[in-house]
């Protein structure tokens, strides 16, 4: 997988569900990114996150501050960071809020390769011949 450093791109992944989690980070390192993964929204504005090289994948739905509430207030910080909403059955309001803040949902169930698609093109990535 090619990558604009000799690291390869930091994966940020916040999502309360364990198992999810778990699995996700597992497929995702398989892909060859590094992955980091917090549970709530709280743990994430917590983080010192990298600056670059980095993707952030947040599930809308978490306890305590939400998905998109956390992007909103990292880039309050001025961390412009890509990031990935990932939810289950997102209504016209929050695919509104999404666009405006310029991060793409991308729903679950999460099949195929729809997320690391994504993910590749957040990061600018071309995807793999």
Not at 94 to 103: D, E, G, Q
Request: contains cysteine; charged residues 25%.
């Amino acid at each position: 997988m090619p990558a604009t450093s000799a690291q390869p791109p930091t994966l940020v992944l916040v999502d309360d569900d364990v198992a999810l989690r778990s699995a996700l980070k597992f497929a995702l390192e398989l892909d060859g990114y590094r992955v980091r993964t917090f549970a709530s929204g709280e743990a994430l504005l917590e983080a010192d996150l990298p600056a670059r090289n980095v993707c952030l994948v947040v599930d809308e739905n978490l306890p305590g501050i939400g998905g998109l509430d956390s992007v909103g207030a990292l880039r309050a910080r001025s961390q412009d960071l890509p990031a990935l909403l990932i939810t289950s059955h997102p209504g016209p309001g929050l695919r509104r809020r999404a666009s405006r803040m310029r991060v793409p949902i991308v729903e679950k169930p999460l099949i195929d390769d729809l997320l690391i698609r994504n993910i590749r093109r957040a990061l600018g990535q071309t995807p793999p011949a």
